[in-house]
């Protein structure tokens, strides 16, 4: 019996259909990630300092240890184990971690850069027996790394910020943080400014229109300080066309996905976060639609570009092929350890047609257009501009027409990788230009309009999660596996809240109406301690270097005990000097006297207390005594609050007693009362303010305000002693009174 160990269950089917196919039948298993890990972080570092190698790796848990005993019986059973975990440092590291239980006689190691039947013939004809272990100790290094660093930090931050609930530290997250700290800082801080530009509308003798833009003596836009001295330009009533000159360009398409890119693209046009956009291109992987998705390189095999290029010819003719594929470099950081996102050569040919269907097909289908829109013919357009003169002054017009659509027949549009515009670069005054009606030096064209063009300076936009991963990789601050798991761990800590991006007042792209990262209270308090106390943690250089050593260690021009030991003597100080930094207190703000203490002798005070919830990370606040602690509660009395002011107190219509303030799902609020028999509910507008009820036809009282139990959202008045009920909006609005 021949065995083979995957890392994920989801390719367990596929993969056995395919051995079988080949002659090659297997029992095929898996680790499900890793098998063995340290400790949790309540058991310490679990680190031996001198040689930074772990001190016990145990089953992450009871599932863990009934796969291990399951995954030692099968090898014990097996004449040959094929380990073939993903082919990255993480793969390897989870095959180092099942190595030992093989004897060398019977180990294999091989790597699947997709799951189609040739990518598993390709993977099983290229079995090693060995391991890589530059790669294994790269992850071994970064393991360790992250564990003293996450756990000695967090000590540190839990000690000497006790006043903030759910801090840690850590070395990625630490400098994710601080970057949208730092931009929501910098935008908030911003101060714009506003300055001016002429257009002029031009009309020709045969009455078609065009718009130029004046220009100084250096033939750039002229720009007014203020909106007087751009008014005061005297207005030319006939111009001659100085020149034209036209140009043709030819745009080539953009590479195909890796995984930085995609993380992008897919939030920009298809509205998924990095975690779904993760789980898209793992899930395509594993059914064998694409090739591996943890890349960062853009190279792409030989026999994938032919493919490219006969489907394009195939599906949009010859003239849509250029003459030579297309060649793409990959950056310096890139590790180019596999091939670009790409579709995955179909093996019959109905495979392709079968993939427009399933939870991620326009997932796949934008892979696909990018794909061969990488590959396809340029884009030619002809850009015109044109010099006016008009009594002395320059004026430009610049039109654009598509000469011939190429790539862009494939891929309709490009534009989600652009960089930031920020008030160093403002926008242009013609972002889109349009054709210009046909012109030649020496036509009259005649003044139809002017118009004064306000151009203000923006700030940096806040990051949402595809412009964040995007400045991670520019900085070269973690790898394509690191990625998906910085953005959620800053949102589900609650550091971080994803809310509308404000609006500019302007016609804005589709991707600028992305969610942006908005970082909370804590997250300010968080990251200033940290770049006092762990400057190495936020500092974007050494978090950069930290991971260009840990490629060194794969390409076995570095140690993983050097790297590990160079970076600690650095750490370690920084650790001596913040466990001597003062313990910051966090001076709670005053509400005023507690009522229960008041009646009952005591001197309490109110005080405000925030919070964020650990079950469904929303924001809370609430008045509690200062009186009361952790050990002791003699008093226990807390009231409701709104932006940090107590809410006025109400009194039941019904009875008198007092009222219970509610916040409802839907964002309205409500207000209970407890001493009814029916528990009447009542209705408040935003300012907590009761608002009238009608009253019951029948018995005179005030009716109580509920919601529908089978249709949410959906309000009405009761008095349900008489049986009596109104329609009611939201509002409280009756029906019929």
Same mark, same amino acid.
């Given at each position: 019996?021949?065995?083979?160990?995957?890392?994920?269950?989801?390719?367990?089917?596929?993969?056995?259909? @395919?051995?079988?196919?080949?002659?090659?039948?297997?029992?095929?298993?898996?680790?499900?990630?890793?098998?063995?890990?340290?400790?949790?972080?309540?058991?310490?570092?679990?680190?031996?300092?001198?040689?930074?190698?772990?001190?016990?790796?145990?089953?992450?848990?009871?599932?863990?240890?009934?796969?291990?005993?399951?995954?030692?019986?099968?090898?014990?059973?097996?004449?040959?184990?094929?380990?073939?975990?993903?082919?990255?440092?993480?793969?390897?590291?989870?095959?180092?971690?099942?190595?030992?239980?093989?004897?060398?006689?019977?180990? +294999?190691?091989?790597?699947?850069?997709?799951?189609?039947?040739?990518?598993?013939?390709?993977?099983?004809?290229?079995?090693?027996?060995?391991?890589?272990?530059?790669?294994?100790?790269?992850?071994?290094?970064?393991?360790?790394?992250?564990?003293?660093?996450?756990?000695?930090?967090?000590?540190?931050?839990?000690?000497?910020?006790?006043?903030?609930?759910?801090?840690?530290?850590?070395?990625?997250?630490?400098?994710?943080?601080?970057?949208?700290?730092?931009?929501?800082?910098?935008?908030?801080?911003?101060?714009?400014?506003?300055? @001016?530009?002429l257009r002029l509308k031009f009309k020709t003798v045969t009455g078609q229109q065009l718009t130029a833009r004046l220009l100084d003596d250096e033939g750039s836009?002229?720009?007014?300080?203020?909106?007087?001295?751009?008014?005061?330009?005297?207005?030319?009533?006939?111009?001659?066309?100085?020149?034209?000159?036209?140009?043709?360009?030819?745009?080539?398409?953009?590479?195909?996905?890796?995984?930085?890119?995609?993380?992008?693209?897919?939030?920009?046009?298809?509205?998924?976060?990095?975690?779904?956009?993760?789980?898209?291109?793992?899930?395509?992987?594993?059914?064998?639609?694409?090739? #591996?998705?943890?890349?960062?390189?853009?190279?792409?095999?030989?026999?994938?570009?032919?493919?490219?290029?006969?489907?394009?010819?195939?599906?949009?003719?010859?003239? #849509?092929?250029?003459?030579?594929?297309?060649?793409?470099?990959?950056?310096?950081?890139?590790?180019?350890?596999?091939?670009?996102?790409?579709?995955?050569?179909?093996?019959?040919?109905?495979?392709?047609?079968?993939?427009?269907?399933?939870?991620?097909?326009?997932? #796949?289908?934008?892979?696909?257009?990018?794909?061969?829109?990488?590959?396809?013919?340029?884009?030619?357009?002809?850009?015109?501009?044109?010099?006016?003169?008009?009594?002395?002054?320059?004026?430009?017009?610049?039109?654009?027409?598509?000469? +011939?659509?190429?790539?862009?027949?494939?891929?309709?549009?490009?534009?989600?990788?652009?960089?930031?515009?920020?008030?160093?670069?403002?926008?242009?005054?013609?972002?889109?230009?349009?054709?210009?009606?046909?012109?030649?030096?020496?036509?009259?064209?005649?003044?139809?309009?002017?118009?004064?063009?306000?151009?203000?300076?923006?700030?940096?936009?806040?990051?949402?999660?595809?412009?964040?991963?995007?400045?991670?990789?520019?900085?070269?601050?973690?790898?394509?596996?690191? @990625?998906?798991?910085?953005?959620?761990?800053?949102?589900?800590?609650?550091?971080?809240?994803?809310?509308?991006?404000?609006?500019?007042?302007?016609?804005?792209?589709?991707?600028?109406?992305?969610?942006?990262?908005?970082?909370?209270?804590?997250? +300010?308090?968080?990251?200033?301690?940290?770049?006092?106390?762990?400057?190495?943690?936020?500092?974007?250089?050494?978090?950069?270097?930290?991971?260009?050593?840990?490629?060194?260690?794969?390409?076995?021009?570095?140690?993983?005990?050097?790297?590990?030991?160079?970076?600690?003597?650095?750490?370690?100080?920084?650790?001596?000097?913040?466990?001597?930094?003062?313990?910051?207190?966090?001076?709670?703000?005053?509400?005023?006297?507690?009522?229960?203490?008041?009646?009952?002798?005591?001197?309490?005070?109110?005080?405000?207390?925030?919070?964020?919830?650990?079950?469904?990370?929303?924001?809370?606040?609430?008045?509690?005594?200062?009186?009361?602690?952790?050990?002791?509660?003699?008093?226990?009395?807390?009231?409701?609050?709104?932006?940090?002011?107590?809410?006025?107190?109400?009194?039941?219509?019904?009875?008198?007693?007092?009222?219970?303030?509610?916040?409802?799902?839907?964002?309205?609020?409500?207000?209970?009362?407890?001493?009814?028999?029916?528990?009447?509910?009542?209705?408040?507008?935003?300012?907590?303010?009761?608002?009238?009820?009608?009253?019951?036809?029948?018995?005179?009282?005030?009716?109580?305000?509920?919601?529908?139990?089978?249709?949410?959202?959906?309000?009405?008045?009761?008095?349900?002693?008489?049986?009596? +009920?109104?329609?009611?909006?939201?509002?409280?609005?009756?029906?019929?009174?």
């Amino acid at each position: 019996m021949e065995l083979l160990i995957l890392e994920s269950p989801n390719k367990i089917k596929d993969v056995q259909r @395919y051995t079988k196919e080949l002659g090659q039948p297997c029992v095929v298993m898996a680790t499900c990630g890793h098998i063995l890990d340290l400790p949790p972080m309540s058991a310490g570092a679990c680190v031996d300092i001198k040689t930074f190698s772990p001190t016990q790796l145990v089953p992450r848990d009871s599932a863990g240890r009934d796969r291990t005993a399951q995954l030692q019986q099968a090898i014990a059973k097996a004449t040959k184990v094929i380990v073939a975990t993903d082919p990255d440092r993480e793969g390897e590291a989870i095959a180092a971690e099942v190595w030992p239980w093989i004897p060398s006689s019977k180990a +294999f190691r091989a790597t699947f850069e997709e799951i189609t039947l040739r990518g598993i013939e390709h993977g099983l004809r290229n079995t090693t027996s060995t391991l890589n272990r530059p790669s294994a100790d790269a992850a071994s290094a970064r393991r360790v790394i992250d564990r003293l660093a996450g756990w000695h930090a967090t000590s540190v931050v839990f000690e000497k910020l006790r006043h903030l609930k759910g801090v840690s530290a850590g070395r990625l997250q630490s400098a994710a943080l601080r970057l949208v700290v730092e931009r929501f800082r910098e935008n908030s801080e911003f101060k714009p400014s506003t300055t @001016y530009g002429l257009r002029l509308k031009f009309k020709t003798v045969t009455g078609q229109q065009l718009t130029a833009r004046l220009l100084d003596d250096e033939g750039s836009p002229r720009i007014f300080q203020n909106q007087a001295e751009a008014q005061a330009v005297a207005r030319p009533i006939i111009a001659v066309v100085s020149s034209v000159d036209a140009t043709k360009k030819h745009q080539k398409p953009r590479p195909p996905f890796e995984a930085t890119s995609w993380l992008q693209v897919a939030q920009k046009t298809l509205r998924l976060n990095v975690k779904d956009a993760t789980a898209a291109i793992q899930a395509l992987f594993e059914q064998g639609h694409t090739t #591996y998705p943890r890349t960062d390189t853009v190279r792409v095999s030989v026999d994938a570009i032919e493919w490219a290029r006969s489907e394009i010819s195939r599906r949009l003719g010859p003239d #849509y092929l250029p003459p030579t594929p297309w060649e793409y470099k990959d950056s310096r950081l890139t590790q180019g350890a596999h091939e670009a996102i790409r579709p995955t050569i179909p093996h019959q040919p109905g495979d392709l047609d079968a993939r427009g269907d399933g939870q991620w097909h326009q997932a #796949y289908a934008l892979i696909e257009a990018r794909f061969l829109a990488s590959q396809a013919a340029a884009r030619i357009v002809e850009e015109t501009e044109v010099l006016i003169s008009a009594e002395g002054q320059i004026w430009e017009a610049r039109g654009q027409v598509e000469l +011939f659509d190429g790539w862009r027949r494939l891929l309709a549009t490009d534009e989600h990788e652009e960089p930031e515009r920020h008030e160093d670069q403002p926008a242009p005054l013609d972002e889109d230009p349009d054709s210009l009606p046909p012109l030649k030096a020496g036509d009259q064209l005649f003044v139809a309009g002017v118009e004064v063009v306000t151009n203000t300076s923006r700030p940096k936009p806040l990051f949402n999660q595809a412009s964040l991963v995007a400045e991670l990789k520019r900085l070269g601050i973690g790898r394509p596996s690191t @990625y998906p798991s910085i953005v959620p761990l800053l949102l589900s800590r609650g550091w971080v809240v994803e809310q509308r991006a404000p609006s500019s007042g302007k016609r804005r792209k589709k991707s600028a109406d992305l969610p942006v990262l908005v970082p909370q209270a804590v997250a +300010f308090d968080l990251a200033d301690f940290l770049a006092k106390a762990f400057p190495s943690l936020v500092d974007y250089e050494f978090t950069a270097s930290m991971e260009a050593r840990l490629d060194e260690i794969e390409a076995q021009k570095a140690s993983r005990l050097d790297v590990a030991s160079t970076w600690w003597a650095r750490f370690e100080q920084e650790l001596s000097a913040a466990r001597a930094l003062k313990t910051q207190s966090h001076e709670r703000p005053d509400l005023g006297p507690c009522p229960k203490c008041i009646a009952e002798g005591r001197t309490g005070r109110l005080q405000l207390i925030k919070g964020v919830s650990s079950k469904n990370r929303e924001p809370y606040e609430f008045a509690g005594c200062d009186q009361d602690s952790k050990d002791r509660r003699p008093c226990g009395f807390t009231a409701p609050t709104e932006n940090g002011a107590l809410i006025e107190p109400a009194s039941c219509p019904v009875c008198g007693a007092r009222l219970r303030p509610v916040r409802r799902k839907d964002g309205g609020h409500s207000w209970t009362c407890g001493a009814c028999p029916d528990n009447n509910w009542f209705l408040a507008d935003a300012a907590w303010k009761l608002v009238r009820s009608p009253v019951c036809p029948r018995c005179g009282k005030p009716m109580s305000h509920r919601e529908h139990s089978t249709r949410k959202g959906d309000f009405f008045w009761a008095c349900f002693p008489c049986k009596e +009920f109104l329609d009611s909006d939201v509002f409280g609005a009756c029906a019929r009174q």
